[in-house]
């Protein structure tokens, strides 16, 4: 990442902060979102004595925003052009590394990719670099942030120049794993999102924003708790998956079953960092309410670009998704999953041969 392009970056980012005193932020339902959002509050505060109302988003929450006075700031999400249109007059701030979005020069956004820097950097990294300068003694957090979010292969100088500084033993064969003291706090956050969805979210946003070193985080014993029985559920699922997956080539199909719908992403993404499945595309499943479908789909290893896949049969069937090349979360109408998982199939093999 060009220094020069985070000191630009960092600049307008204060200026639009001095500008506005109200901030409704946002972030992602991940670790690396609620990472970012923990880094960019304490940052901001130590800065400027702002009014800062934080909530967790996801795709499927785009259109039930509620749209109050002040400025938004947007972390780890890439937002539609219907959504960004009505607040840029407002104040808008998004930091962010999925594909890039149109019309950002009309507000202040930070993605390294416009810089032509597409080398996986996960946002909390991202933040951390923003605001180095307030946050620089939780660069331990910032890493959390990037292994939770399978970036720490790509960022290996700023995971191993961390981990050093700290004493941190990472696994010989796998470094950047999530079997490292990084992986193990991050697998703790994850736990209460995955348990407690939104609530469980802003909880670890909480328990961050107080936090002040990584073996503080991983000795909560509340967060223990319910990690230990995230844990046994995320087993049993694994379990099933194996046997009861539908296999069409090298896309596996598998719907998690509605009381278990909260660990489909988590469920997602272990299978798309295990080894047996390198090489091979993950859809997983769950139902959203009555009539929609949500699949969060991982392909580690393959030659493909699954935000663009997704992107192009949305426009054809309608819904909501997007996210990286090789993960990528798609929301539906319940009427066209067949349609959705015959065009997700044809496109795939398409582009790979």
Same mark, same amino acid.
């Given at each position: 990442?060009?220094?020069?392009?985070?000191?630009?970056?960092?600049?307008?980012?204060?200026?639009?902060?001095?500008?506005?005193?109200?901030?409704?932020?946002?972030?992602?339902? +991940?670790?690396?979102?609620?990472?970012?959002?923990?880094?960019?509050?304490?940052?901001?505060?130590?800065?400027?004595?702002?009014?800062?109302?934080?909530?967790?988003?996801?795709?499927?929450?785009?259109?039930?925003?509620?749209?109050?006075?002040?400025?938004?700031?947007?972390?780890?999400?890439?937002?539609?052009?219907?959504?960004?249109?009505?607040?840029?007059?407002?104040?808008?701030?998004?930091?962010?590394?999925?594909?890039?979005?149109?019309?950002?020069?009309?507000?202040?956004?930070?993605?390294?990719?416009?810089?032509?820097?597409?080398?996986?950097?996960?946002?909390?990294?991202?933040?951390?670099?923003?605001?180095?300068?307030?946050?620089?003694?939780?660069?331990?957090?910032?890493?959390?942030?990037?292994?939770?979010?399978?970036?720490?292969?790509?960022?290996?100088?700023?995971?191993?120049?961390?981990?050093?500084?700290?004493?941190?033993?990472?696994?010989?064969?796998?470094?950047?794993?999530?079997?490292?003291?990084?992986?193990?706090?991050?697998?703790?956050?994850?736990?209460?999102?995955?348990?407690?969805?939104?609530?469980?979210?802003?909880?670890?946003?909480?328990?961050?924003?107080?936090?002040?070193?990584?073996?503080?985080?991983?000795?909560?014993?509340?967060?223990?708790?319910?990690?230990?029985?995230?844990?046994?559920?995320?087993?049993?699922?694994?379990?099933?998956? +194996?046997?009861?997956?539908?296999?069409?080539?090298?896309?596996?199909?598998?719907?998690?079953?509605?009381?278990?719908?909260?660990?489909?992403?988590?469920?997602?993404?272990?299978?798309?960092?295990?080894?047996?499945?390198?090489?091979?595309?993950?859809?997983?499943?769950? +139902?959203?309410?009555?009539?929609?479908?949500?699949?969060?789909?991982?392909?580690?290893?393959?030659?493909?670009?699954?935000?663009?896949?997704?992107?192009?049969?949305?426009?054809?069937?309608?819904?909501?998704?997007?996210?990286?090349?090789?993960?990528?979360?798609?929301?539906?109408?319940?009427?066209?999953?067949?349609?959705?998982?015959?065009?997700?199939?044809?496109?795939?093999?398409?582009?790979?041969?």
């Amino acid at each position: 990442m060009i220094q020069g392009n985070i000191e630009k970056s960092r600049k307008k980012i204060i200026e639009f902060l001095g500008k506005h005193q109200k901030i409704s932020l946002f972030y992602h339902l +991940d670790c690396d979102g609620i990472v970012s959002a923990a880094l960019a509050i304490k940052g901001i505060k130590t800065l400027f004595s702002s009014d800062i109302e934080s909530e967790p988003i996801n795709y499927e929450d785009f259109d039930q925003i509620n749209f109050k006075e002040g400025a938004y700031m947007f972390l780890d999400v890439s937002l539609p052009a219907r959504v960004y249109s009505q607040l840029m007059n407002k104040g808008l701030c998004i930091i962010d590394h999925h594909a890039l979005i149109e019309n950002s020069s009309q507000f202040v956004y930070v993605n390294p990719k416009m810089w032509g820097d597409y080398t996986y950097t996960p946002a909390s990294l991202i933040t951390y670099l923003l605001f180095e300068n307030e946050v620089r003694e939780y660069d331990w957090m910032a890493a959390v942030g990037v292994v939770s979010d399978a970036g720490g292969k790509s960022q290996a100088s700023f995971i191993r120049k961390t981990a050093e500084k700290y004493g941190i033993k990472l696994n010989e064969d796998d470094p950047f794993s999530m079997r490292s003291r990084f992986g193990e706090a991050a697998n703790m956050i994850n736990s209460l999102t995955v348990e407690y969805n939104k609530e469980g979210a802003k909880k670890a946003l909480a328990v961050l924003l107080k936090t002040k070193t990584i073996d503080e985080l991983i000795n909560n014993e509340e967060i223990k708790r319910v990690y230990e029985k995230v844990n046994g559920r995320i087993e049993r699922l694994l379990q099933d998956f +194996d046997k009861k997956s539908e296999v069409n080539g090298d896309i596996f199909f598998f719907d998690v079953p509605k009381k278990y719908s909260k660990y489909s992403s988590t469920i997602a993404t272990i299978l798309g960092l295990d080894p047996r499945y390198f090489g091979k595309v993950i859809v997983i499943g769950k +139902d959203i309410g009555d009539d929609s479908k949500r699949f969060n789909i991982r392909a580690n290893g393959v030659n493909v670009n699954l935000n663009d896949i997704v992107k192009r049969i949305i426009s054809e069937i309608g819904g909501e998704g997007g996210g990286h090349d090789k993960a990528v979360g798609a929301v539906i109408n319940k009427e066209y999953e067949e349609t959705f998982r015959r065009r997700l199939s044809e496109l795939i093999q398409s582009r790979r041969s």
